[in-house]
C-alpha cells in the first residue's frame, strides 16, 4: 500500500487498536487514549462512538470514578476478521452498501454479535427489533456511476483525474441542494483524493485541485480515470473536520436574506418544522429572551406573539417555509409581505365558495 494509502486507513487502525487496548486494561480515560495515539480527545470521542455503533459494548462515565471501558466478560473478535470486514464495519451500514461491502459489514457484524448472544441473547435480535433508514422519503437514491472508480482512488491513494459538471454559472464545486441544469461540456481536472462523505443518500468527494481542498457532487462526475501517482494530502488533515467546517460555511453562505416576522407563541413548532437548523433555534432563543426581558412571562398565551428576525435563502424559498404557518406575520422585507398577501389573496379567491 502506498504512504498515502496507509494513512487513509489510519483511522481503522486506530479504532482496532482502542478496541484490543480496552479489551486488555479494565479502565482508561479520553485524555490518556489521545496522548496515545497522537489524537484530540475530540477524535478519540468520534472513535468511541464509532465502536459502539458497530457493536463493540464501550461505556463512558464522567467524574472521578470515571473513564472509558468495555463491558465486563466482552472479548474481541477481531482475530477471525478480513481487511474488507474491518473496513466495512468502520464506514457502516449504509456507506458499506453503497462501496459494494455489505456481505462483509453484515458478516463483521455477525462475528462481533456472536461473541455476545451466548452471555445475552436478547442481543442477537437487535436487528430484528431496530432499523435505521438512511434513505428519504418518497425518492430513489441515485447511485453515483463514478462511485466505484473514486472509492477505489481514495483507497489506493492515487490521483484522479475527474470530469466534473459544475452547472451553469456555478462557482463551487458542489451544492448540498439539488444538481442544477449541466453545462453541455464537462471540464477535466486532475485531483488527489482525501475521502468520501456520504450526506443522507449523497455522495461526496472530499479532493484537493491544485492543493486546495474541495467537495464534489458523484452524481456531478462524469468520468473519472485513477493514475499510478500517489495523491497528494495535507498534514494534518481530519475529514470529519473538513465536512463540519465545510457544511457550516456553506450553510451560513446559503441564508442572505433577512426577514423579520411574528408568529404566535404555540406556533413555534410549526416555525421550527418549516424552517429548521441551528438559524432559527438560535433567533427563536434571542426572540424569548428579549421577550423576557420586556416582562412576558406567559409564552402560551393564544394572544402572546414572538417577535423573531430570521436569514432565509431568498424570497422564493422564503414564501414556500413561511406560507404553512398558522399566524405568521411578515414585517420585512417588504416585497416577501406583498407576495405573501398575494398567494394567500389567491388561494381565498379559489376558495371563496363551498
Known sequence: MSSIGYRASMRTTRLLAIMMELSRTQRSTVGQLAERHGVSTRTIQRDLAALHGIGVPV?????????????????????GMTASELRALVIGEAGARELGLQEDFTTARLKILGTRTARDPGVGSASERFLIDHERWFSTPARPAA???????????????????????????AEPPADPPRSPAAPSRLVDPLGLVLKTDVWYLVAAHRRRVR????????????????????????????????????????????????????????????????????????ARRQDHQQGHQQ????????????????????LGQLMPIPGLEVHEPAGLR???????????SRHGSF
Open 59 to 79: 461505556w463512558t462515565r464522567t467524574g472521578p470514578a470515571g473513564g472509558v471501558g468495555l463491558v465486563e466478560g466482552w472479548s474481541s473478535p477481531v482475530t
Open 215 to 286: 467537495t464534489y457532487r458523484l452524481s456531478r462526475i462524469v468520468s473519472a480515470e485513477i493514475h499510478g501517482d500517489e495523491a497528494w494530502r495535507p498534514e494534518p488533515f481530519s475529514l470529519a473536520d473538513y465536512w463540519e467546517r465545510s457544511r457550516a460555511a456553506f450553510e451560513t453562505s446559503l441564508q442572505s436574506l433577512p426577514v423579520r416576522l411574528s408568529i404566535p407563541a404555540a406556533a413555534v413548532g410549526a416555525l421550527q418544522d418549516a424552517v429548521p437548523g441551528a438559524g432559527t433555534r438560535s433567533a427563536l432563543a434571542e
Open 299 to 318: 409564552d402560551d398565551q393564544q394572544d402572546h406573539r414572538l417577535e423573531i428576525g430570521l436569514l432565509m435563502e431568498n424570497e422564493d424559498i422564503a
Open 147 to 173: 462511485l466505484p472508480v473514486v472509492s477505489r482512488a481514495v483507497w489506493s491513494g492515487r490521483r484522479l483525474t475527474i470530469a466534473y459538471e459544475t452547472g451553469a454559472g456555478s462557482p463551487r464545486a
Open 338 to 348: 406583498r407576495r405573501l398577501w398575494e398567494s394567500g389573496r389567491e388561494i381565498a
